[in-house]
């Protein structure tokens, strides 16, 4: 069969699955394409995770996003085009549309980079069962919302000590005003999406803040520094909000 000039045949089976990391990650580093998908056992080599790169951004499903002052490797999102495409597969997302005017804000490219890099250290250690992104997590919401859901940053699942545990992932990089934060006590204490929420932030003040703001939550909720957790996971020391903001491993928070 002879196809028209510019035809790109893609695969359900491999173009699919990493067009869908782009789209629910909004913004993702080249060697956290990487990783993911040979963690998921999606692609056997960087060089073929390379050379798919290069067939998705050169008929525009995906770009890479202007923020080279910060990153030492591309960074990408997916375009209007990647989501159309996605969308006449059947993958749609309420919380991102391809009629969007904005994918991806530049204040969302950091943030979105530090989740994965988390996602990352999970699945690279063999201890990821599942993982949601807060675009899926939002498309749900919007669903099926009771008016007592929160739209975290992400919902996982790991295995420890062959038991499953979920738990949810909020990333602060800066802090809110107060206001805010009693708003969120609320939120969370009304929550029934997890038991378990894991506080990261790559600053040790804003660590303990938190930590203040969330000491009546009526939840478990642990806070760590991001580079702690991503190297130690399952030893990490985690500062809960219990009344003696005891410090515990993250396999005892998740575990008592």
């Known amino acids: 069969m002879r196809y028209r000039k510019g035809y790109i045949t893609l695969s359900d ?6 067009l869908l990391q782009i789209r629910n990650a909004r913004a993702i580093t080249y060697d956290q394409v990487c990783a993911l998908l040979l963690a998921d056992g999606l692609e056997s080599s960087r060089r073929s995770v390379h050379w798919r790169l290069s067939r998705l951004e050169g008929c525009a ?3 890479r996003m202007t923020y080279d ?4 490797q591309p960074i990408f999102s997916i375009t209007s085009l990647g989501l159309q495409f996605l969308e006449s597969r059947g993958h749609t997302l309420l919380s991102l549309p391809s009629t969007a005017r904005e994918i991806v ?3 969302q490219i950091l943030h979105s980079v530090e989740l994965a890099g988390i996602r990352v250290a999970l699945a690279q250690k063999g201890l990821l069962k599942s993982w949601k992104w807060e675009l899926e997590i939002v498309s749900r919401n919007l669903v099926y919302d009771s008016g007592k859901t929160k739209d975290y940053d992400a919902l996982a699942e790991i295995s420890v000590d062959g038991k499953t545990k979920s738990f ?7 802090l809110k005003g107060s206001g805010r934060y009693e708003e969120l006590r609320g939120i969370f204490s009304a929550d029934r999406t997890a038991d378990r929420v894991l506080y990261l932030t790559p600053n ?3 660590l303990y803040i938190l930590a203040l703001e969330m000491r009546d939550v009526g939840k478990r909720i642990g806070f760590a520094l991001t580079t ?4 130690e996971l399952l030893d990490a020391s985690i500062l809960t909000n219990s009344s003696a903001n005891e410090v515990v491993s993250f396999r005892q928070f998740l575990m008592q």
Do not use: G, H, Y
């Open 13 to 18: 089976e491999r173009d699919v699955p990493l």
């Open 61 to 63: 499903l995906i770009q």
């Open 69 to 72: 002052q910060f990153s030492s």
């Open 105 to 107: 804000r530049k204040s």
């Open 168 to 174: 949810a992932i909020e990333f602060e990089r800066t």
């Open 204 to 206: 040790a003040e804003i």
């Open 228 to 231: 702690t957790f991503v190297a």
